[in-house]
């Protein structure tokens, strides 16, 4: 396997430092491609997983039809969840997905094995985090290919699966909408509007 030089790890900081959640006031009407969509996809079959059991799952959503029917449920829950942010006005202004605007959706599932997983037995839920790093893939590889993703979690997990006929042995991890943008900003969107302060990383070492 080859070694890596100093200009490979300045081009994987740069694409990390990047990666961006892209919502629907930036996506844009325009097709990506099946062969770019299978490079997005097989990134994710690259992630490491627990036990070599590489649990993850992929439905694709391009039909209209089902969009909105996620789209109502996530207006929905996120008219909920506004009462949570009552102190914080900003909450109401933010545009929180791209479920509508994006090309296709993708959500992305943990496949529940019964038998025992090797490194599984005490840490029930590493597979689900498996499935995290396949989604961390994903996201990555699409900003490599100047391709738009964005994360939706207002949302309940099994009102997702029922809209989308999944059998009940897979878990929802992630909804992801995908789909060039018009611009990838300079710095997360909700730090530039103070929602949240960046943390050091003296602050996210522990003593």
Known sequence: ?????????????????????????????????????????????KAP??????????KLIKEDTKKQEIYNHFKKSYEKSKKKFEDRPL?????????????????????????EILGQTYMKRSGEYSVVCAI??????????NIGLGWVSIIKPKKIKKIL?????????????????????????????GWEKEKSLKECILK
Not at 49 to 58: A, E, K, L, M, N
Not at 109 to 114: E, L, S
Not at 136 to 145: I, K, V, Y
């Open 49 to 58: 997983s627990v036990g070599y059991s590489q649990p993850w799952r992929f």
């Open 165 to 193: 006929e999944v059998p009940k042995e897979y878990k929802l991890i992630g909804y992801l909408c995908i789909g060039y943008t018009k611009e990838f900003l300079e710095e997360p969107e909700l730090k530039t509007l």
């Open 1 to 45: 396997m080859k070694n890596f030089s100093n200009k490979d790890l300045e081009t994987l900081s740069s694409i990390i430092g990047s990666r961006r959640d892209v919502r629907g006031n930036n996506f844009i009407n325009k097709k990506v491609s099946n062969k770019k969509l299978k490079i997005i996809l097989e990134s994710a079959l």
């Open 91 to 115: 909450y109401k202004t933010l545009k929180l997905e791209g479920i509508k605007e994006s090309y296709i959706n993708i959500a992305v599932f943990y496949k529940n094995d019964k038998k």
């Open 136 to 145: 961390c893939n994903m996201w990555l590889t699409a900003r490599a290919l």
